[in-house]
């Protein structure tokens, strides 16, 4: 369970920082009936009614006058608003988080004004880059790639819709930085939010935290859970909140309870092993139930923003769901998105692109609404494969990037964008003959082999011509064909070892930085890997790929295909 400072430490943790909103309207407002808590909402000095606004408890609508009221306990140091179809929160300069919140300044016996000022866009029409696991710590030239790398994609690519009018939002999906580097490299989730203004981040960006975003000095108690997002709080408010955008309503939880016991690896600052579990605790589970009942409109598209995956297949491939909350979690969170048409959850933490739609499990009919995207990391390997001079890739292998959401009206669509390529490109393709070879005659390759037996050592591949078809963001409804001559090849799906990630970045962790561990025999299985058998080891293949929305992308194989750990 969430856990709440006291009134004396929450005041300590928050007197030092600026408020996000300081906009001071000219509309009355007076706190009555027991409010200490109170304020407008307005539009080109408009008053706007309806709107929802909230303590992370209590959750209020303003009035036609555009005047709020809360009772607060003030347990989370802030107010927030849900911000309305049609309109947007302000950023000011070059920062680009919305002014969607204030940091409370008062003790709750006293009452004090908060108001916010949005402005009128039309955003029914829209786009999201969802982003996650940028993982800055100011080391391995991490800042200067994000600059240099990411941005420059991401700037490129939702260009086309910005000369469109279309409207462009970011969600990151937390572990924005790694708690473990925050006090040996001076660079915690604060500089991070400075760092969005420094590179020119091209949207305005909503938040939300992961595991490594909480503040590994604080010490076990009853209390980690909230006092490790102290930092977090000053930097980007509110833990949980939600907003609409167009005709979507989108809702950022925490579910990361942090716990760092006594133990674990020893770092500057760093006070315990940095643990944690997945949950959504009880206080963000009660305010979900009043913020979702204002969503009065059940076919409202629900998005939901998290940290760590909550539905993924059990093999990793399709069929059987499993959860990653507790089972009552699971529960209560399912029953109360259960009225709804359609909700995306939307996810990082593992550093790998896996779709899951719940629908396919027909054991689970209640999850039938539910598809959970969980997103590669921007970071890739930490931004070790770039130091390596490799391509960046995920944990599995696939290329680091983000995933696009295409918003029209109620109907969403999504592309997945690799920071190194363009969006046109979904797959690579491997010649497992030039495969078999590399890993055969490279002798970083057979030390590495022969010290950890259990990796696929693919110089021992045995079928002749093969080809292996690698689709970064495969789910239920993509297609895949592989033609040679014009003749239809047999294609099956399994898993396996991407060739890449053990030549680009597992080989050289270990030999080149000398870190020969235990983990180095864990065996990494793919499961959007795909096969063919040629007739031939040097004939053409024509390589097609169809997503669900019926975008198709074609490649032309021509082999002999050299394999190296630059290879695209």
């Known amino acids: ?47 706007l009614a309806g709107v929802a606004v909230s303590d992370g408890y209590e959750v209020v609508v303003t009035n036609k006058k555009g005047q709020y009221l809360i009772k607060s306990q003030k347990r989370n140091g802030y107010v927030f608003i849900t911000t309305p179809r049609g309109y947007e929160a302000m950023t000011e300069g070059k920062d680009v988080v919305p002014q969607f919140w204030a940091e409370l300044s008062e003790d709750v016996n006293k009452s004090e004004r908060h108001d916010f000022n949005l402005r009128a866009v039309n955003n029914d029409k829209h786009i999201i880059a969802a982003v996650a696991d940028i993982h800055i710590a100011n080391h391995h030239n991490d800042l200067g790639n994000f600059r240099d790398i990411f941005i420059p994609s991401l700037k490129a690519e939702i260009e086309q819709y910005r000369k469109q009018g279309i409207p462009v939002y970011s969600l990151c999906l937390g572990d924005s930085t790694h708690e473990i580097y925050w006090y040996d490299y001076l660079y915690d989730i ?118 760590s995956p909550i539905f993924r297949y059990k093999n990793g491939m399709s069929g059987k769901i499993s959860s990653t909350l507790p089972e009552q979690n699971t529960q209560e969170l399912v029953a109360l998105l259960r009225p709804f048409s359609a909700v995306h959850i939307l996810s990082g933490h593992a550093h790998r692109n896996r779709t899951t739609i719940c629908k396919g499990d027909s054991s689970q009919p209640e999850l039938a609404n539910i598809i959970d995207h969980n997103i590669v990391a921007v970071a890739g390997s930490l931004w070790y494969s770039s130091g390596f001079g490799g391509p960046m890739l995920g944990s599995l292998g696939e290329p680091a990037g983000c995933k696009i959401f295409t918003i029209d009206d109620k109907n969403i669509e999504w592309y997945f964008k690799a920071t190194e390529y363009s969006a046109s490109e979904q797959f690579t393709c491997f010649d497992m003959n030039a495969v078999r070879d590399y890993f055969a ?26 080809v292996m078809i690698n689709v970064w963001d495969w789910c239920d409804g993509w297609k895949i064909s592989i033609k040679e001559n014009g003749r239809e090849l047999k294609v099956s799906r399994r898993k396996a070892e991407h060739p890449q990630m053990i030549a680009g970045i597992d080989i050289p962790n270990a030999l080149w930085l000398n870190k020969f561990t235990d983990k180095n025999n864990k ?46």
Not at 4 to 32: E, Y
Not at 191 to 206: E, I, M, N, S
Not at 441 to 466: M, S, V
């Open 190 to 307: 604060g500089d991070f939010r400075k760092t969005l203004a420094d590179v020119g981040y091209p949207t305005p960006l909503f938040n939300t935290m992961g595991n490594h975003d909480n503040d590994g000095a604080t010490p076990c108690d009853a209390n980690t859970d909230f006092n490790a997002t102290a930092k977090y709080r000053k930097a980007f408010g509110p833990t949980y909140y939600s907003m609409n955008i167009g005709k979507v309503h989108y809702i950022m939880l925490d579910n990361i309870h942090y716990i760092n016991k006594p133990g674990g690896k020893k770092a500057k600052g760093i006070v315990g092993s940095r643990n944690y579990i997945h949950d959504i605790s009880p206080e963000q589970m009660a305010w979900l139930k009043k913020d979702l009942e204002l969503v009065t409109d059940k076919s409202t598209p629900i998005v939901i923003g998290v940290h």
């Open 523 to 568: 065996v990494k299985k793919h499961p959007h890997m795909f096969f063919a058998v040629a007739s031939a080891p040097d004939t053409e293949l024509e390589v097609t790929v169809t997503d669900p929305f019926g975008r198709v992308y074609k490649q032309t194989m021509v082999r002999p295909k050299p394999f190296s750990v630059k290879m695209r």
């Open 1 to 47: 369970m969430k856990q709440t400072l006291t009134l004396i430490l929450t005041l300590l943790a928050f007197a030092t920082a600026s408020a996000q909103s300081t906009f001071t309207s000219a509309l009355k407002a007076k706190a009555k009936g027991g409010a200490n808590i109170y304020g407008t909402v307005e539009c080109d000095g408009k008053p």
């Open 441 to 466: 005659k490279n002798g970083e390759a057979r030390l590495f082999l022969e010290r950890y037996p259990k990796r696929t050592d693919y110089a021992e591949w045995e079928k002749d011509n093969t």
